[in-house]
């Protein structure tokens, strides 16, 4: 992704297409990694949504404890997280494939613990059984992302009783 000063360096036709095109996840990391340096400038101007939406249904809706363990699965370069640390929630950790959009995140100190793993089916995380009350995924079940038959080893890693 090229960075460009006073638009995004992805029009709307070329999210559409990353967001829906079939892609390895070894692709899509790829391109996230490239596309790091300019991401959040880019889903600003494309008005992104929905880390800000999703903080809230954490909050508002689902009610959930400002002292939770939060683990952010697809975490990118920490836009949830920067949301949520703003309704008050400060234990969370970070799980992303990609490297370079880690690293982005790791610059604003926010997360305690950052993973960078490949979520797939069959696919054993390093992460402990029951270790987090909530485990979001924000804008990444979709093709070349994380599948809906990874699910279940996400859940392996909420808690039972919350």
Same mark, same amino acid.
């Given at each position: 992704? *090229?960075?460009?000063?006073?638009?995004?360096?992805?029009?709307?036709?070329?999210?559409?297409?990353?967001?829906?095109?079939?892609?390895?996840?070894?692709?899509?990391?790829?391109?996230?990694?490239?596309? *790091?340096?300019?991401?959040?400038?880019?889903?600003?101007?494309?008005?992104?949504? *929905?880390?800000?939406?999703?903080?809230?249904?954490?909050?508002?809706?689902?009610?959930?404890?400002?002292?939770?363990?939060?683990?952010?699965?697809?975490?990118?370069?920490?836009?949830?997280?920067?949301?949520?640390?703003?309704?008050?929630?400060?234990?969370?950790?970070?799980?992303?494939?990609?490297?370079?959009?880690?690293?982005?995140?790791?610059?604003?100190?926010?997360?305690?613990?950052?993973?960078?793993?490949?979520?797939?089916?069959?696919?054993?995380?390093? !992460?402990?059984?029951?270790?987090?009350?909530?485990?979001?995924?924000?804008?990444?079940?979709?093709?070349?992302?994380?599948?809906?038959?990874? !699910?279940?080893?996400?859940?392996?890693?909420?808690?039972?009783?919350?």
């Amino acid at each position: 992704m *090229a960075k460009k000063t006073s638009e995004s360096s992805l029009d709307r036709s070329d999210l559409v297409d990353f967001v829906i095109d079939a892609r390895t996840p070894e692709e899509t990391r790829a391109i996230y990694n490239s596309w *790091a340096p300019n991401y959040e400038e880019d889903m600003t101007l494309q008005k992104y949504k *929905a880390p800000s939406i999703m903080a809230h249904f954490i909050s508002q809706e689902l009610h959930i404890k400002k002292d939770a363990v939060i683990l952010d699965v697809g975490s990118g370069t920490g836009l949830l997280a920067v949301q949520l640390k703003n309704l008050g929630y400060s234990d969370m950790d970070a799980l992303d494939y990609s490297d370079e959009m880690m690293s982005e995140a790791k610059k604003k100190n926010i997360y305690k613990s950052h993973f960078l793993e490949k979520v797939y089916k069959n696919n054993k995380l390093t !992460l402990k059984d029951g270790q987090y009350d909530v485990v979001a995924l924000c804008g990444c079940l979709m093709p070349g992302h994380i599948m809906p038959d990874a !699910l279940p080893e996400v859940a392996r890693l909420l808690k039972r009783e919350f």
